[in-house]
């Protein structure tokens, strides 16, 4: 019986251990979750959109005056976003993947395009999302976004 337990408990660590990426899969893996979060807002998918956010998520979104919780709030932001007509498309620029076990954080560049009071813009921006791998999926807890201050003059 006891060798019984022992191979039990070694095929639940074995099985334990490939659950796990290494660290570079799982920084390809968070770098992928901006991906399918960019194909989300391009797509106007609210839906889609807030169901990449943990439950409890927090959003200081770019156009947003006040900070925001929750999946619901999650998607009514990007609903009161997509009401643009056309809504705003974003293009990833630079990224920064770091991973610390099962969380990981994303921080670089992203540009909305759009058209605002028939003028077209381009607005570049600053982003930071810190993921938590939950059931093999990165689910995004916090993301904050700016707009790039201008350069200093000289």
Same mark, same amino acid.
Not at 39 to 54: D, I, M, P, R
Not at 125 to 140: E, K, N, P, Q
């Given at each position: ?68 919780? &929750?999946? !619901?709030?999650? @998607? =009514? $932001? ?11 498309? *974003? ?22 395009? &759009?058209? !605002?009071?028939? @003028? =077209? $813009? ?11 791998? *939950? ?20």
């Amino acid at each position: 019986m006891a060798t019984r337990s022992w191979g039990v408990w070694l095929i639940a660590m074995l099985a334990g251990c490939q659950s796990v990426p290494s660290p570079e899969a799982a920084q390809r893996e968070a770098g992928a979750a901006l991906q399918a979060w960019s194909e989300a807002f391009n797509s106007c998918n609210a839906v889609g959109a807030a169901a990449l956010y943990q439950s409890d998520a927090v959003l200081w979104g770019t156009f947003a005056p006040a900070i925001i919780s &929750g999946r !619901a709030g999650v @998607q =009514q $932001y990007f609903e009161r976003v997509c009401t643009a007509n056309p809504p705003p498309k *974003v293009t990833v620029g630079q990224q920064l993947v770091r991973v610390y076990g099962d969380t990981a954080i994303n921080s670089g560049t992203y540009a909305f395009a &759009g058209e !605002a009071q028939g @003028q =077209q $813009y381009n607005l570049p921006a600053r982003y930071s999302f810190t993921y938590r791998r *939950v059931d093999g999926r990165w689910l995004i807890a916090d993301h904050h976004s700016s707009a790039l201050p201008a350069p200093p003059a000289r």
